[in-house]
């Protein structure tokens, strides 16, 4: 089992900004954030490979938040800014059990191992 914590949720105004960690434990495998809004799938928002390299985003966050790996930190970031209501949502790091192809990384079913999530909520 790969612990995984998030940490840095919070409620903020539209146009604020957070900042996600999510403490791991050396994990070396891809590394992503997900959300889920109340009665919404889960949906993934930002993905990174075990250097720090090669992010993804998903279309409805690109520009305005950043993914990002210390590794010497054992720590993932997730760096949002210019937030909206549509935010809102169960924030959640998961971290794939090995190599996973370009199909997967925003996908749910390409990560194994889940925190348990931290709440954000952008009010209007």
């Known amino acids: 089992q790969v612990p995984l914590v998030e940490l840095g949720g919070g409620s903020v105004q539209a146009g604020g900004s957070l900042r996600l960690s999510c403490v791991t434990s050396?994990?070396?495998?891809?590394l992503a954030w997900f959300r889920q809004a109340p009665g919404k799938d889960r949906e993934g928002v930002a993905s990174?490979?075990?250097?720090?390299?090669?992010?993804y985003y998903a279309d409805s966050v690109k520009g305005r938040f950043t993914i990002s790996l210390d590794n010497a930190k054992n720590t993932l970031y997730l760096q949002m800014l210019s937030l909206k209501p549509e935010d809102t949502a169960m924030y959640y790091c998961?971290?794939?059990?090995?190599?996973?192809?370009?199909?997967?990384?925003?996908?749910?079913?390409?990560?194994?191992?889940w925190g348990q999530g931290t709440q954000v909520t952008v009010s209007s």
């Open positions: 990174i490979n075990e250097i720090g390299t090669n992010p």
């Open positions: 998961a971290a794939s059990r090995g190599s996973i192809g370009r199909p997967w990384v925003l996908k749910e079913a390409g990560y194994y191992y």
């Open positions: 050396g994990y070396n495998n891809r």
